[in-house]
Each structure stands twice: as C-alpha cells, then as structure tokens.
C-alpha cells in the first residue's frame, strides 16, 4: 500500500491552523496513525485509528478520514509544533509510511 | 517505564558485516512485536521488517526481504537488525519501535509503534 502526503513541506506561523493530507492507494478503513518527528529524535506518536488522540497529546492535534484520505489538522500551531509528521498505514504488511511533511516557520 | 535502548554508531567498510541491538525493558519483552525503522539522510521514514521476540516469527518489507535480517533473544530481551555485505546506500539511522495494539473494539485492533530507541547511525564508507 502506497502513502502520498501533501504538502512535503509547509511554511506556518505560531497561531496558524495547519492541515497535512495523507491518501493511500487503497481502502484502508481506519488503519492510519500519524507520527510527529523533531530534528534527532525519534519519532513520536500523536494519533492512531485515523483520529484517537494518543494520552499526552495536546487538543490542538486532532485527525480525521476514513478510506483512503485523511487529514491531519494542527489548530493553532505552537512554537513546539515545527517538526515533520509522518502518517502509516497498519492495514497490513509492510505498514508503509507517507513520505512525510515539514513544518516550518514562515 | 518501557524503554528500548539500542546499540551505538557503527562505521564500516563495503562488504562488511554487522548487527545492532535493541534492548527492552519495563515491559513483557515476549509478547510484543519490535520492527525496524530506516531513515536516510535527510529522507523519510521506511519500515523494514518486525520480529516476534515470543516465537521469533518475522515479516519484512519487500523492499528489505533478503538484504537484513531481523532476529530475537528472549533470554537477553534484545532484538538484532543484521546484515551480511553492507553498501554505502544502508547509509542511515535505524530505529527499533514496539508495536502496540491499540483495541478500538473487541473486534477492531489497531497496531502503531508506541515506544522508540534512540536510534543507531550506520556509515558505510570505503
């Protein structure tokens, strides 16, 4: 299964609502988490089942789709936010991830 | 508190071998898929494979399928990520991650990966 993010990379201020698009090339109901990555880090989960906030996840993240199209929406982006994320389908194997998108100050 | 702690920075030459470790703790290390994460320079994330520590069963990437190997000791609690000949392209960091079932229902169970090592940077340079 083939994961497509859109944009690759975005260019955001503190306060702005950000939306990343995540399609995959087949039904994949609801089998979809997204990750968050900061420069050397590992990366951190924020969303599993297309739009269950992960515990210790602020409010302002929140997910949504089913299918094979699905957003992820930041509402008002903080300072800790410019990262990029990742989305991956665990429909079945390999749990493939999109090619990620970056946020980053405008 | 669950922690996967992996083996250190590794330079090595064309054609060479290796294998890196990681090691889990605070958790029923058996029970628990471990998979392995590549990550290019300055490129995304790619799931190569995952390991059942419990029975040692395996599920790799196509794109991985007989370039590594993903392997399990239950009695040290540490899964391994090998290669036989390595290629300047394997150039990268490699994460391990434990995947999680997340039950949306009794029927409905998703996986995601809910805990990650630090990572392992592999060179290969002549």
């Known amino acids: 299964i083939q994961m497509t993010q859109s944009p690759s990379s975005l260019f955001a201020s503190v306060g702005d609502r950000v939306t990343i698009t995540c399609r995959a090339s087949e039904n994949i109901d609801n089998y979809l988490n997204w990750y968050q990555q900061k420069p050397g880090q590992a990366p951190k989960v924020l969303i599993c089942a297309a739009s269950t906030l992960r515990s210790g996840v602020p409010s302002r993240f929140s997910g949504s789709g089913s299918g094979t199209e699905f957003t992820l929406t930041i509402s008002s982006l903080q300072p800790e936010d410019f990262a990029s994320y990742y989305c991956?389908?665990?429909?079945?194997?390999?749990?493939?991830f999109g090619q990620g998108t970056k946020v980053e100050v405008k | 508190e669950v922690q996967l702690v992996q083996s250190g920075a590794e330079v090595k030459k064309p054609g060479e071998s290796l294998k890196i470790s990681c090691k889990g703790s605070?958790?029923?290390?058996?029970?628990?898929?471990i998979g392995w994460v590549r990550q290019m320079p300055g490129k995304g994330l790619e799931w190569m494979g995952i390991v059942y520590p419990g029975d040692s069963n395996t599920r790799y990437s196509p794109s991985f399928q007989g370039q590594v190997t993903v392997s399990a000791d239950t009695s040290m609690n540490t899964t391994y990520l090998q290669w036989s000949s390595l290629k300047a392209s394997d150039t990268a960091m490699y994460f391990c991650?434990?995947?999680?079932?997340?039950?949306?229902?009794?029927?409905?169970?998703?996986?995601?990966?809910?805990?990650w090592g630090q990572g392992t940077l592999v060179t290969v340079s002549s």
């Open positions: 991956q389908q665990s429909y079945s194997a390999p749990r493939t």
């Open positions: 605070g958790y029923t290390f058996a029970n628990s898929w």
């Open positions: 991650a434990r995947q999680w079932l997340y039950f949306e229902s009794s029927v409905r169970v998703i996986p995601l990966f809910d805990y």
